[in-house]
């Protein structure tokens, strides 16, 4: 498990040392779900369109560094890397 959890780790630490900060398209839902929760709209529970996916924590993890750091590519790899 702890090896599994490393690996995740070098995989989403390796995305943040690149020098482009792309957002993927599964990571720009998620971006805009944690922009409207940091608006003071709705936390969704499911990705927006889907009912499948988990998004409660992605988003609200998101929406936290967004009120902390700011709506950056980078603030929401890091988002992702924490959760």
Known sequence: MIF????IAVGRLSQLTTAILNVGGDEAIVALMAKHVSEGQSLP??????CYKLS?????TGSLLFDHVGML????KVAMLLL
């Open 73 to 76: 590519a980078i603030t929401l």
């Open 45 to 50: 529970v499911y990705f927006q369109g889907q």
């Open 4 to 7: 599994g959890l490393l690996l």
């Open 56 to 60: 409660l924590f992605e988003g609200a």
